[in-house]
C-alpha cells in the first residue's frame, strides 16, 4: 500500500514538474512572440490568441485532471484501508489520463514548431516586400518635386489636354463605350459652364471683338428671323380673318382680353392643327438616309429617293437662287403637306408636316438637330452609309413625331363646329336649292305636258338659252292661248315660245272653224261626222244660205234637212203647240203671230193660255197679234143680255112704237141679225121669246089684247130682216094689269126672253 | 445584316446612256426614246455583295455634259463612286469622259470609278478603238462593254463598283 502511495505521489509530483517546466517555457514563447515585428502583430496575435485559448483549455483540462487527481488522492488515502480493489480501479482510471496528458504534449510540440516555421517565413515576405518599398518611395518623393514643379506640369498637360479632350468627346458620343444615355457627366456638360463663363466674361471686357466676329452672322441671322415673323403675322392674318366673326372667334377675344395675350396669339394657339407625319435626318454631305421616322398608316415612298431628292432640290436651289449662297431652302409645300427643313452642319432634318405648324415647331426642330449635333456629332460627321450606329438617335427623332400626339388628337376631330355650322348652311342652301330647281324643272315639265296635251299646240324643240327656256312649235290659232298656260305654270319670265300657226284637222278644231265662219244661232246645232256638216234647228233664210254655201276643210257635204227657215218653223211650233180648230187661222210675219177666227169660250181660253206659253225671245217670236181671234159664244152672250135688256115702247093704247125708239129698234136688229150669225156659228138652237105688255089703264082683256097685238107686230118686224119664224114665239105676260087710273108708259113695251 | 448606303453618281456626255442604264438596272426596261436628263433623277437599287451584306445604292443620275456645271458639281458632293459613261459610236465622249473623271476627282477626291463603254449592241459602229482602251486598263482602270438595251453587263458594272466602294 505505501509503495503504491509512493510511486503516486512520485507520479504526481512529476507531473507537478513537467507542467512548471511547461509553463516556464510558455513564457519564454510567450516573450518571444511579443518581440515579434510590428507588421506581423496581426497575424501573431491572431496566433498567440489561438493559443491563448489553445493554453486555457489545456489549463482548464488540466487543472480538472488535477482535481480529479487531487480528489482521487484524498479518497485513496481515506478509502485505502478498505478499498484495495477500489484503489486499483482507481490507478486504472488514472492511465489514460496520464495517455491523454502526453499526446497534450505533442500536441504543443507540434504547435511549437509550427509557430517557428511561420515566424521565419512572415519576416522573410517583410523583408522582401521593404525591399521592394524602398525603390518606390525614392520615385514618389521624385513626382513630388516634379508636382510641385507648375511650369513642367502646364507643358505636359498642353501636350496631353487636346487628345484628352478628343478622348473624352468620343467617349461621350461613342454609344458603344457609353449605355447610350447622355448623363450630365459628358464633356459638353462639363465645359459648358467654364465656356458660358469665359464667353461673357470676354463680351464684359471688349464687346466690338464679338460683334465683330458675330458680323457676318448677325445680318442673314436677322433677314432670317424678320422672314419668318413676316411669314407668322401673314398666317395669323390669314386665320384670324377667318375666325374673327364666328361665335368661336368672339370667344377668344375675350380669353385674349382677358388673358391679356393678343388675339392673334390665342387663335394660333387654338387652331393650328398639324401632324408631322415623316422625319428625315439626311447626311448633308452625301444626301443619305440616316435615320426614317414615320407616323403609322402613313404612306411612305423610298424614302432613301426621298432624301436624296431633299438633298439635290437643296442643292439646286442654293445654285440657282442664292446668289451670295447662304439663303436656303426652308419649307417645301407640296399640295396638303408641307416639308420643313433644318439644318445642321452635318445633318439636315427633314419634317414632312400635314396640316399647318406652328412656328414654334421649328424651334423644336432646331433644338433636335443641336442636341443630335451635340450627342452624336462625330458620328454624324463620319457618317458613310451605315446608320446603325446611329440607331440611338431614334427615340429623340421619335420626340418630333410624339409631340404631335396631341395635335394629331386635336386634329381627329376634323369638323369643327363652325365648320359643321357652315358646312349645314352650305347643305341646307343646297338642299333649297335643289328643291327649287326640282320644283322648278317639274313645274316646267308639267308645262310641256300641259302645253303638248293642249289641241291645236304642238312642241316641236325645247332648248335652254342665256338663263331662259325657249320653246318652238306650232299652234292653231283657235287651240287655247299658250300665255295663259305659262301663265298658270307662273313661268312666264322664264319661258319664251315662238309658235308657228297651222290648221288643225281633227274635228273639234274643223267646228270650231265652222262656228268661226258660219256664227250659227244659238237655234242651230252643229253635228260634224265623217266629214258631213249636220245642221239642224232653225234660222234665218240668209243664214240657210250661207251655211249652204259652206266651204271648210274636212266638210265635205252639208246637211240641211232638219234645219228650218226661222218663220215656218215658228209656225210649225205654234200650230203644234196651240192645234187652233179649223175656225181659227195663224200666219207668222217677222217672227209675229197673227192669229184669227171665232171660237167658242173654251177654245178662246186654251189659245189665249197657249199664246202665252209660246217662246219670245229675239230668236223665237218677236210678239203675237190676236186680234182677229174672237170668242163668239161671250158674244152671243153679251147679245143676248142686251135683246134682253131692251124695251120697246109704244104710244098708249097702240101697237104704235114711240118715236124715240128708232135707234133701239135699230139697235135691236141688228143685236137679233148678229144672234143669228153668232148662233150659226155656234151652231145652237134659240128660241127668242117676245113678250108684250100693257099699262093698267083699260079693261082685262083689252090690255090683254093690246099685248098680244103688240107682240105680233115686233115678231112680224123681226121676221121681216129674216129671222125665221120658228126662232120667234109669243109668250104671255105673267101678268095682266087693268083698270088702273093712272097711265104708266114704262109698261107699254115688249120685252124678249132669248132660251136655248 | 447590316445595310450599307453608297451614293453613286452617273457622270458623262450627253446622251451617252446614263439615264437607261440606271432604267435598265433599277427597272429592267429600256426605251429607245431620248429624254434628256434635266438637273438630277434619283433612284435606288439593293444590291447583294455577299450572303451578309447588302448595300443601298442611291443612284443620282445627273444630267450629263462635256463639263461639270456648278449644279452638276454640289450633285457630286458625298458619292461614294461614280459610274463614268462614254457611248462607244462617239469619240468625243470618250475625251469628255477623261476630263469628266478629272474634274470629279478634283472635286470629290479620289473615288473608285467604273467606266462604262455604252451601246454594246451598236459595236460596229464604234469609234473607240481597242488600243485607247488598253491603254486605260493598263493604268488599272474597271472598264466594261455595256448595254442598256440588252442589258450587258450592266448588273456587273454596278456590282463591281459596289464592290470596290466597299473595300475602300
Not at chain 1, 448633308?284 to 432613301?304: M, P
Amino acid at each position: 500500500m505505501s509503495s503504491q502511495n509512493q510511486a503516486l505521489a512520485e507520479a504526481f509530483k512529476s507531473i507537478r514538474e513537467f507542467l512548471t517546466a511547461q509553463q516556464a517555457r510558455l513564457y519564454i514563447l510567450e516573450k518571444r512572440t511579443n518581440n515579434l515585428e510590428e507588421e506581423q502583430i496581426n497575424r501573431i496575435e491572431n496566433i498567440s490568441e489561438n493559443l491563448k485559448q489553445q493554453l486555457i483549455k489545456f489549463d482548464v483540462v488540466h487543472k480538472k485532471q488535477f482535481e480529479n487527481l487531487k480528489q482521487g488522492h484524498f479518497d485513496v488515502l481515506e478509502g485505502l484501508k478498505n478499498l484495495e480493489v477500489q484503489g486499483e480501479s482507481r490507478f486504472n482510471l488514472l492511465e489514460p489520463q496520464i495517455k491523454n496528458l502526453e499526446q497534450g504534449q505533442k500536441r504543443f510540440d507540434n504547435l511549437e514548431q509550427k509557430i517557428k516555421e511561420l515566424e521565419q517565413g512572415q519576416i522573410a515576405i517583410i523583408n522582401e516586400r521593404l525591399n521592394h518599398f524602398e525603390p518606390i518611395l525614392h520615385r514618389f518623393s521624385d513626382l513630388e518635386t516634379k508636382l510641385k514643379n507648375t511650369e513642367l506640369i502646364t507643358q505636359k498637360m498642353a501636350k496631353v489636354l487636346p487628345n484628352a479632350i478628343r478622348e473624352a468627346t468620343i467617349q461621350q458620343f461613342n454609344p458603344k463605350t457609353t449605355s447610350f444615355k447622355y448623363e450630365k457627366t459628358g464633356l459638353t456638360d462639363s465645359l459648358q459652364e467654364p465656356v458660358e463663363h469665359c464667353l461673357r466674361q470676354s463680351v464684359r471686357e471688349d464687346t466690338s471683338f464679338f460683334a465683330d466676329i458675330l458680323f457676318p452672322v448677325m445680318g442673314p441671322a436677322i433677314r432670317k428671323s424678320i422672314n419668318e415673323s413676316l411669314k407668322n403675322i401673314v398666317q395669323s392674318i390669314n386665320k384670324t380673318a377667318e375666325l374673327s366673326i364666328s361665335p368661336q372667334g368672339l370667344a377668344w377675344r375675350v380669353q385674349a382680353w382677358r388673358s391679356g395675350q393678343s388675339f392673334s396669339e390665342i387663335v394660333l394657339q387654338k387652331t393650328l392643327l398639324y401632324r408631322v407625319e415623316q422625319v428625315f435626318l439626311i447626311h448633308r454631305e452625301t444626301g443619305l438616309l440616316i435615320q426614317h421616322l414615320h407616323q403609322e398608316g402613313v404612306e411612305i415612298g423610298d424614302s432613301d429617293a426621298v432624301s436624296a431628292m431633299f438633298t439635290a432640290i437643296q442643292d439646286f436651289i442654293l445654285d440657282s437662287f442664292s446668289s451670295s449662297k447662304t439663303e436656303e431652302l426652308n419649307s417645301v409645300e407640296i399640295g396638303d403637306y408641307t416639308v420643313w427643313l433644318e439644318r445642321g452642319p452635318y445633318a439636315t432634318l427633314a419634317c414632312v408636316i400635314r396640316g399647318a405648324a406652328p412656328p414654334n415647331f421649328r424651334d423644336l426642330m432646331h433644338v433636335m438637330l443641336e442636341t443630335l449635333h451635340a450627342h452624336y456629332g462625330l458620328l454624324l460627321k463620319k457618317f458613310d452609309g451605315d446608320s446603325q450606329p446611329l440607331e440611338p438617335c431614334l427615340p429623340l427623332l421619335e420626340q418630333t413625331l410624339q409631340s404631335e400626339a396631341k395635335s394629331d388628337a386635336k386634329s381627329s376631330r376634323f369638323f369643327s363646329i363652325p365648320l359643321i355650322g357652315i358646312l349645314s348652311v352650305i347643305l341646307l342652301t343646297l338642299l333649297g336649292w335643289g328643291y327649287f330647281n326640282f320644283e322648278y324643272q317639274q313645274r316646267l315639265t308639267n308645262y310641256i305636258n300641259a302645253l303638248q296635251k293642249t289641241p291645236g299646240i304642238v312642241v316641236v324643240s325645247t332648248k335652254y338659252q342665256d338663263g331662259k327656256f325657249i320653246i318652238f312649235g306650232m299652234r292653231d290659232p283657235l287651240s287655247a292661248e299658250p300665255q295663259k298656260i305659262t301663265q298658270h305654270y307662273e313661268l312666264s319670265d322664264d319661258v319664251e315660245t315662238f309658235w308657228t300657226p297651222y290648221q288643225d284637222l281633227t274635228p273639234q278644231f274643223v267646228e270650231q272653224r265652222i262656228h268661226q265662219q258660219l256664227v250659227p244661232p244659238s237655234t242651230v246645232s252643229i253635228h260634224l261626222q265623217d266629214h258631213i256638216l249636220y245642221l239642224k234647228g232653225y234660222a234665218s233664210q240668209d243664214w240657210i244660205n250661207k251655211a249652204q254655201a259652206l266651204q271648210i276643210a274636212e266638210v265635205h257635204k252639208v246637211v240641211i234637212d232638219e234645219l228650218l227657215e226661222t218663220e215656218q218653223f215658228l209656225l210649225a211650233l205654234a200650230q203644234l203647240e196651240l192645234a187652233p180648230p179649223e175656225s181659227v187661222t195663224m200666219i207668222v210675219q217677222k217672227r209675229i203671230l197673227r192669229i184669227a177666227g171665232n171660237v167658242d169660250s173654251s177654245t178662246f181660253k186654251a189659245l189665249q193660255k197657249g199664246i202665252e206659253n209660246l217662246p219670245k225671245s229675239s230668236e223665237e217670236f218677236a210678239g203675237f197679234e190676236t186680234s182677229g181671234l174672237k170668242d163668239v159664244e161671250r158674244e152671243m152672250d153679251d147679245v143676248i143680255k142686251y135683246i134682253e135688256k131692251t124695251r120697246l115702247y109704244f104710244y098708249q093704247g097702240t101697237t104704235e112704237l114711240m118715236p124715240d125708239q128708232k135707234k133701239t129698234k135699230q139697235a135691236l136688229q141688228k143685236s137679233a141679225q148678229k144672234l143669228l150669225v153668232l148662233t150659226q156659228i155656234l151652231h145652237k138652237q134659240i128660241q127668242i121669246h117676245i113678250i108684250g105688255n100693257a099699262d093698267g089703264i083699260g079693261s082685262k082683256h083689252r090690255n090683254q089684247q093690246l099685248s098680244q097685238q103688240r107682240a105680233e107686230w115686233v115678231f112680224n118686224w123681226l121676221q121681216s130682216f129674216g129671222i125665221e119664224k120658228r126662232l120667234m114665239i109669243i109668250t104671255s105676260p105673267a101678268l095682266i094689269r087693268f083698270n088702273e087710273n093712272e097711265p104708266n108708259p114704262n109698261d107699254r113695251n115688249v120685252s124678249f126672253q132669248i132660251k136655248d | 445584316m447590316a445595310i450599307i448606303q453608297k451614293k453613286i453618281c452617273m457622270i458623262g456626255d450627253f446622251s451617252v446612256g446614263k439615264t437607261s442604264l440606271v432604267g435598265r438596272f433599277v427597272r429592267q426596261s429600256f426605251s429607245e426614246k431620248y429624254l434628256t436628263t434635266v438637273g438630277v433623277k434619283i433612284d435606288t437599287k439593293l444590291v447583294k455583295l455577299t450572303e451578309n451584306q447588302d448595300v443601298k445604292l442611291i443612284l443620282w443620275d445627273i444630267a450629263g455634259g462635256d463639263a461639270l456645271t456648278t449644279t452638276t458639281a454640289s450633285y457630286l458632293r458625298g458619292a461614294a463612286g461614280f459610274l463614268l459613261v462614254i457611248d462607244g459610236t462617239r469619240l468625243p465622249t470618250w475625251k469628255n469622259a477623261l476630263n469628266l473623271r478629272q474634274a470629279v476627282t478634283e472635286k470629290i477626291g479620289e473615288k473608285p470609278f467604273v467606266m462604262l463603254l455604252n451601246k454594246a449592241d451598236l459595236e460596229e459602229k464604234w469609234e473607240i478603238t481597242p488600243p485607247i482602251i488598253d491603254e486605260k486598263i493598263q493604268l488599272g482602270w474597271t472598264i466594261l462593254k455595256t448595254s442598256a438595251k440588252t442589258g450587258m453587263n450592266v448588273e456587273e458594272a454596278f456590282f463591281k463598283l459596289a464592290t470596290q466602294m466597299l473595300k475602300k
